[in-house]
């Protein structure tokens, strides 16, 4: 079955960085794209950013743009979202998703940016 599993969330500061992980299993992952997502208290969950299967082309929310950055590496199954110069307001629980056949979503890891 369909497995995607999210790791690298935590708490740091204004201005820092983090970098998460999605490891994937259960589909061949090198046909797919894959894609971030977010769902912040109170709010709507919203795309971050996604990348096509081969890598070759990305898309970013706008209000990350510049900061974060998605990749992949179909060897290993995983893509990854570099989150540089990190706000406040991108505190959220950070999902993967996948749609293959359907949408598979993973668990989430949460991340909180605070002093």
Aim: with cysteine; proline share 3%.
């Amino acid at each position: 079955q369909v497995q995607l599993v999210e790791s690298g969330g935590g708490l740091v500061q204004p201005g820092g960085s983090l970098r998460l992980s999605c490891a994937a299993s259960g589909f061949t992952f090198s046909r797919y794209t894959m894609t971030w997502y977010r769902q912040a208290p109170g709010k709507e969950r919203e795309l971050v950013a996604s990348i096509t299967n081969t890598g070759g082309r990305t898309n970013y929310a706008d209000s990350v743009k510049g900061r974060f950055t998605i990749s992949r590496d179909n060897a290993k199954n995983t893509v990854a979202l570099q989150m540089n110069s990190l706000k406040p307001e991108d505190t959220a629980v950070y999902y993967c998703y996948a749609l293959t056949t359907k949408g598979y979503w993973g668990q989430g890891t949460q991340v909180t940016v605070s002093s």
